[in-house]
């Protein structure tokens, strides 16, 4: 299916070794259907040859801001004006430095500044500095004006270092680009996340918790509210920013958690529990540090309420998605609490061995509902919470088939 048929996308490929995987792009994004005319930096035609990007977009290449021939095909202010989206990838930290900042000495920045197309840019470049102070500060400002930053990944890098600063790869930009596209298909729908670990307090410095990072909730809270929903995330302690515009309320412990949910629930059209959420509490918890004394010590533990059944239960219930995170017998567990808490869809990811999604930056998922299962396959949080998304959109509207968007 070409998704992205009829639509325009200006990429702009900026000097760095990643600048091969931008060739790469540029097919996917034809492929997908999508009309694509390049603009390439003079440092980016040192890593890939122009006659590249033209064989595969089909158009010349531009490249120089004051070439007579570009302004009599089509000018940077024509590119400028013919791009429903401007895609930078890679992403130089010159070049996002000079977005930035409003510089435009060279034809990319110079179209970037002139378009009131969206932008979107992929950074690219070595881990040091990408964590640089500078940097992260121009990210930050160009985050506060809307532009969307693609990553970056984490891992080896061309220089031989390891962190983040590694492009994306083509499909995952790719997949960013489809859902800036996509149809708010929630609008107007109210869903509550909740995500992260819980913390029970066992006395004032030291509790029972799990090794939820929150990522997989986060991310999930950003796909829908980019498909249109009015999303609340409920989370737990987590080292973590919520997603632009998605309000977030923090609690600590189980109890708080079910006290938020319960105080948002009515009205609300989707409920999505991805927090792993401490079964037990301590019965009490002491206002002292507990001493060293004793030789053994004994925590006498009662159950949590299980926040997810009680929406299930509600008389107007949502529509119900839970996650079971599991050490062994992935399918046969989350069926079995499909079942038990009578929810809608629940989603089963491993939580042990290499493939554990705790404290991981990619995951797996199996979805199960009354009709089998659908698997969605390993890759980061970011594009399976979107992929996910569009699950939940469908299995929503077949059950609420009141559509009105
Ligand atoms: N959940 C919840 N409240 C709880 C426990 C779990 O809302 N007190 C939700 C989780 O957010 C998740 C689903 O229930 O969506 C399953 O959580 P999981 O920890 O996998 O299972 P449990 O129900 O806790 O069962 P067990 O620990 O025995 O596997």
Redesign the pocket.
């Known amino acids: 299916m070409k998704e992205l048929a009829g639509k325009k996308i200006l990429l702009g490929i900026t000097g760095g070794i990643a600048a091969y995987k931008s060739a790469v792009l540029c097919r996917e994004l034809m492929r997908l259907g999508a009309e694509v005319r390049v603009i390439m930096t003079a440092a980016a035609t040192q890593f890939i040859t122009p006659l590249t990007l033209q064989a595969l977009s089909g158009h010349p290449v531009h490249s120089d801001l004051f070439a007579a021939e570009n302004e009599d095909a089509m000018g940077h202010i024509e590119l400028a004006r013919w791009a429903d989206r401007i895609l930078i990838a890679p992403a130089s930290a010159q070049t996002i430095s000079k977005l930035a900042h409003g510089e435009a000495d060279n034809l990319l920045t110079t179209t970037g500044l002139a378009s009131d197309a969206s932008l979107m840019i992929a950074p690219a470049m070595n881990n040091v500095m990408w964590r640089d102070v500078a940097t992260q500060e121009n990210i930050k400002l160009l985050r506060a004006r809307d532009v969307l930053i693609l990553g970056p990944a984490s891992g080896d890098q061309a220089c031989g270092e390891t962190g983040p600063g590694r492009m994306l790869e083509a499909d995952e930009i790719s997949e960013y680009v489809l859902q800036q596209f996509q149809a708010q298909s929630l609008k107007g729908k109210r869903v509550i996340v909740?995500a992260g670990p819980t913390w029970e307090a066992i006395d004032p410095v030291r509790g029972l918790t799990n090794h939820s990072s929150g990522k997989m909730g986060y991310a999930l809270a950003g796909a829908l509210h980019d498909a249109g929903a009015n999303v609340t995330l409920i989370s737990g302690p987590t080292a973590l920013h919520p997603p632009r515009s998605v309000p977030c309320i923090h609690i600590t412990s189980?109890q708080e958690m079910s006290d938020a949910v319960m105080e948002n629930i009515t009205g609300c059209d989707i409920f999505v529990?991805?927090?792993?959420?401490a079964?037990y509490r301590p019965v009490s918890s002491t206002e002292q540090k507990i001493k060293k004394t004793a030789e053994t010590l004994t925590l006498k533990l009662v159950r949590?309420?299980?926040?997810?059944a009680m929406v299930a239960a509600l008389e107007k219930p949502p529509f119900t998605v839970?996650?079971?995170?599991?050490t062994e017998n992935l399918i046969d567990?989350a069926k079995e609490?499909l079942a038990a808490?009578k929810i809608d869809l629940i989603a089963a990811n491993p939580v042990s061995g290499d493939n554990s999604a705790f404290n991981s930056e990619s995951n797996e998922l199996s979805l199960i509902d009354s009709n089998g299962i659908t698997h969605l396959g390993r890759c980061s949080k970011s594009i399976l919470a979107h992929k996910l998304t569009k699950e939940i959109v469908r299995r929503y509207y077949e059950t609420h088939p009141t559509k009105d968007t």
């Open positions: 909740t189980a529990a991805v927090a792993a959420v079964d949590n309420p299980d926040i997810l839970g996650f079971a995170a599991e567990h609490k808490k």
